[in-house]
C-alpha cells in the first residue's frame, strides 16, 4: 500500500522560505510511472495544485507561483520537496502531497497533510 | 487556466436523499473529469475519475457523468458518512484546476 507522509516546520516567518518534504513509502519516487504534486488549501478554502516533479528531474507548475517554486525529488531518500520563497500570510495552508499516474489523470494517493502557518 | 465552477456552493439534504452536484469548466476537457469527497481535517479521497468512472471500493450509489463543459455528480441515496465537501477536478490541461468545493450537511 502506498502511503505518503508530510514533513517540515509548521511556521514559517513573513518573507522565508516554506520547505516541506514527502516521503513515499510502499512505492517508489523513481518509477517511471508518477508524477509526484504538491497541493495546498487555505484554511476554510479550496484546493490549489502547486506543481509536480517526474523522476526524471522534470517539473511543471502552477504559473501562479512558478517564480516562487521549486520543487525537487531525492530518489536515494524516496523522497520529493517543495521550496516556495518570499512566503506571506496568503500561503498559509495545509499542505498534501500526491501521486497521479502517468495513464491515469486523476490523484489517487494522498498525504494527510501538513499546516503551515505564515506569521511572525 | 481551465476554471471550474460547481454549484450549489452548499447543500442541506437528509440521509436517504438523492444528491445532485455540477461542476462546469470553462472551456471544453473532454471527459477529464474527477471528484473527490474531502472531510473535516482529512486529505481529499477520488471518488470518479474520467467522468464516470468509479474509483475502486468507493460505493455505487455514487454517479458521475457529463462530458465536454458539463459535469455531475450523483449521490443516489445519501449515507450518513457522505456528509462532507465534494470538489470536481480538471485533468485536461495544466495547471490542473479544482472547483470551490460542494459542502453537503446534514438538514
Known amino acids: 500500500q502506498v502511503q505518503l507522509q508530510e514533513s517540515g516546520p509548521g511556521l514559517v516567518k513573513p518573507s522565508e522560505t516554506l520547505s516541506l518534504t514527502c516521503t513515499v513509502s510502499?512505492?517508489?519516487?523513481?518509477?517511471?510511472?508518477?508524477?509526484w504534486s504538491w497541493i495546498r488549501q487555505p484554511p476554510g478554502k479550496g484546493l490549489e495544485w502547486i506543481g509536480y516533479?517526474?523522476?526524471?528531474?522534470?517539473?511543471n507548475y502552477n504559473p501562479s507561483l512558478k517564480s516562487r517554486v521549486t520543487i525537487s525529488v531525492d530518489t536515494s531518500k524516496n523522497q520529493f520537496s517543495l521550496k516556495l520563497t518570499s512566503v506571506t500570510a496568503a500561503d498559509t495552508a495545509v499542505y498534501f502531497c500526491?501521486?497521479?499516474?502517468?495513464?491515469?489523470?486523476?490523484?489517487?494517493?494522498w498525504g494527510q497533510g501538513t499546516l503551515v502557518t505564515v506569521s511572525s | 487556466d481551465i476554471q471550474m465552477t460547481q454549484s450549489p456552493s452548499s447543500l442541506s439534504a437528509s440521509v436517504g436523499d438523492r444528491v445532485t452536484i455540477t461542476c462546469r469548466a470553462s472551456?471544453?476537457?473532454?471527459?477529464?473529469l474527477n471528484w473527490y469527497q474531502q472531510k473535516p481535517g482529512k486529505a481529499p479521497k477520488l471518488l470518479i475519475y474520467?467522468?464516470?468512472s468509479l474509483q475502486g471500493g468507493v460505493p455505487s450509489r455514487f454517479r458521475g457523468s457529463g462530458s465536454g463543459t458539463d459535469f455531475t455528480l450523483t449521490i443516489s441515496s445519501l449515507q450518513p458518512e457522505d456528509f462532507a465537501t465534494y470538489y470536481c477536478?480538471?485533468?485536461?490541461?495544466?495547471?490542473?484546476?479544482f472547483g470551490q468545493g460542494t459542502k453537503v450537511e446534514i438538514k
Open positions: 516533479i517526474y523522476y526524471s528531474g522534470s517539473t
Open positions: 510502499g512505492g517508489s519516487v523513481s518509477s517511471g510511472s508518477y508524477y
Open positions: 500526491a501521486r497521479r499516474s502517468l495513464g491515469q489523470p486523476y490523484f489517487d494517493y
Open positions: 477536478q480538471q485533468s485536461y490541461s495544466t495547471p490542473w484546476t
Open positions: 472551456q471544453s476537457i473532454s471527459s477529464y
Open positions: 474520467a467522468a464516470s
